[in-house]
């Protein structure tokens, strides 16, 4: 375990406020760090790491980074995903996972997409008990997300419809679980929605009381919560960003009452771009859409949070092939004001960071977020310290 400090590269123009990270490898044999997870694992109020890698699940303990196998070779084919969230208040989160990851088998359910809850140990550091649910096909994404006042289901994101062929055909089934109180038994589930194609990404954000999944798919973004005791299109709208392709989306604020959305698309591709309301209008179906850089290789990697105490949220975004320029990494947008009339880019890592996921959590409590990614050829886990304004 190492760390050093990575002088930041401004790309454009300087920004308003200088942000500053320190490097530290916490993992330098990761396969290949296909989904992130943060929460607290051990109930010691500190955030742990989570990650789904290539044949197993596991978790780093916040302090020591210590690493510790839940699962290992749990099908036949990859891992892909994992979802970690307390959901009953005990301060300690439940944790599931999706792997069997075939995507070229649309159709055959014992050949491609597995989800399974895991039941967690007295100690956690040792193994977990797997526990099979229901699966579509070609299981990609999945998330905790809150349904009603005190309950939570787990949203399923497969990439494909049952039978799909290059992304045509039947709508993916997008699947909400409801956890039983004996995790054991039989899970009901609902289907959200059937529509989309190639639906790579979601991401959950809080609005008011609810919170909203976000999709992203081939078609574009939809958006769904919880009412009157089932999931429903956000607002009566059937579409929030129509005719665009996203392969990634995050959803974060300009500023207290209005949301911006950021995407990758087409599917792994090069285009990050913002969506930003206008003034006077804070309705994501009315944003405007601007294009943030057109240069990442297989983008896959996107977060949104303030990082350096704007009072609105920048954009983080990695990609995990050399570009044109022969480059690889996480790059800092940073917007110039609420309206993204212009923004800056700080280079974040350029070199040694392929990167397959990322995410944002403040790890060590010093009320600033960090940047926590993992590197496909780059077999890495880095943790980037938030040392802005220091």
């Given amino acids: 375990m190492y760390h050093y400090l990575l002088p930041l590269l401004p790309l454009i123009a300087a920004p308003p406020a200088e942000p500053r990270f320190e490097q530290e490898t916490i993992d330098d044999q990761v396969a290949i760090g296909y989904g992130i997870a943060i929460g607290d ?3 010691d109020g500190k955030p742990d790491i989570l990650l789904a890698d290539k ?24 891992n892909v995903c994992i979802a970690a969230r307390d959901i009953d208040g005990d301060g300690k989160v439940e944790v599931a996972v999706g792997a069997q990851w075939n995507p070229g088998e649309t159709s055959d359910t014992s050949q491609s997409g597995s989800v399974h809850y895991l039941i967690r140990p007295e100690d956690p550091t040792q193994r977990w008990t797997p526990v099979k649910l229901h ?54 589930h609902w289907i959200i929605d059937e529509s989309m194609h190639l639906t790579h990404n979601l991401d959950v954000h809080t609005e008011g009381e609810q919170e ?24 009566g709208q059937k579409w929030v960003v129509k005719g665009h392709g996203f392969s990634e989306v995050r959803v974060g ?61 920048q954009v983080i975004a990695g990609w995990r092939n050399p ?48 940047i926590i990614a993992s590197g496909r050829s780059t077999h890495n886990l880095k943790i980037y310290w938030n040392r802005s304004g220091e």
């Fill in 41 to 43: 694992v051990d109930g």
């Fill in 55 to 78: 044949k197993q699940f596991v978790w780093y303990r916040n302090g020591d980074w210590q690493k510790f196998v839940m699962v290992e070779n749990l099908t036949e084919h990859d």
């Fill in 135 to 188: 699966h579509e096909p070609t299981v990609h994404r999945m998330r905790w997300a809150k349904a009603g006042e005190d309950n939570y289901h787990l949203i399923v994101l497969p990439l494909h419809g049952k039978g799909n062929k290059d992304g045509e055909g039947e709508g993916v089934k997008v699947i909400a679980y409801e956890k039983p109180e004996d995790p054991r038994q039989e899970w009901q």
């Fill in 212 to 235: 909203c999944v976000y999709i992203g798919g081939k078609e574009g973004v939809k958006a769904f919560s919880y009412s009157k005791d089932r999931w429903r299109p956000h607002g």
């Fill in 253 to 313: 604020n300009v500023d207290a009452g209005t949301p911006m959305l950021a995407g990758i698309g087409p599917l792994h591709g090069n285009l990050l771009t913002a969506h930003v309301p206008r003034k006077g209008v804070p309705k994501l179906r009315e944003a405007e859409r601007i294009k943030l850089d057109e240069e990442l290789r297989e983008g896959h990697g996107l977060a949104v949070a303030d990082l350096i105490g704007q009072g609105r949220d």
């Fill in 323 to 370: 570009n044109a320029a022969g480059h690889l990494g996480i790059k800092l947008y940073i917007p110039f004001n609420v309206l993204w009339e212009a923004w800056s880019v700080r280079a974040v890592d350029i070199g040694d960071m392929a990167c397959e996921d990322l995410a944002v959590a403040d790890l060590d409590g010093d009320g600033k977020p960090d």
